[in-house]
T-cell receptor, first 113, second 115 residues
């Protein structure tokens, strides 16, 4: 079945550091890929998405590229801020189901000033 | 506009009791989803409604769990004879599209604790 494996946390960085959170997946067909973010005390929010191979999703300085050959969708940001502290979830929506999201376990990011 | 809302935000109950969790989707969204997030895990799919009907309930763990959406808007997740293992955050999401392929917008969740 579908599955998502993402980097174990927690990740602690200093402000302005470079961020990478790794995400790999297993899925049938051609899934759509997502990063969701959960800020403290808030609900899950879509951060970015990519729907086909080689697509790059980007938002708020974050980027992720859909790599079919390596089944990966790593999240990156060149310079993190304290306000980026949150839990980040990688997720996929399988081509066989255009509604069911399968999530990774989440990665807690803490950015210190 | 208003986002997805869920009530209550927290629910503490005793083992064996019945609970109802409510979800108010974004106005106009035809698709509604329930997920369950256990501690240290990502959300797991429970059920998907398109309008009033449950299009896919394959994620419901057993027959103690049931969900309804009688008028195609508000949904209620019902859990009978609660067990300690049911303790989790229950998330509701909604999307606009008829086929569910649009972005899912999540509510803040209901934290259920079964003592």
């Amino acid at each position: 079945g579908d599955s998502v494996t993402q980097m174990e946390g927690p990740v602690t960085l200093s402000e302005e550091a470079f961020l990478t959170i790794n995400c790999t997946y297993t899925a049938t067909g051609y899934p759509s890929l997502f990063w969701y973010v959960q800020y403290p005390g808030e609900g899950l929010q879509l951060l970015l998405k990519a729907t086909k191979a080689d697509d790059k999703g980007s938002n708020k300085g974050f980027e992720a590229t859909y790599r079919k050959e390596t089944t990966s969708f790593h999240l990156e940001k060149g310079s993190v801020q304290v306000s980026d502290s949150a839990v980040y979830f990688c997720a996929l929506r399988s081509g066989g189901s255009n509604y069911k999201l399968t999530f990774g376990k989440g990665t807690l990011l803490t950015v210190n000033p | 506009g208003a986002g997805v809302s869920q009530t209550p935000s927290n629910k503490v109950t005793e083992k064996g009791k019945y609970v109802e969790l409510r979800c108010d989707p974004i106005s106009g969204h035809t698709a509604l989803y329930w997920y369950r997030q256990s501690l240290g895990q990502g959300p797991e799919f429970l059920i998907y409604f398109q309008g009033t009907g449950a299009a896919d309930d394959s994620g419901l763990p057993n027959d103690r769990f049931f969900a309804v959406r009688p008028e195609g808007s508000v949904s209620t997740l019902k859990i009978q004879r609660t067990e300690r293992g049911d303790s989790a955050v229950y998330l509701c999401a909604s999307s606009f599209g008829l086929a569910g392929g649009d972005t899912q917008y999540f509510g803040p969740g209901t934290r259920l604790t079964v003592l």
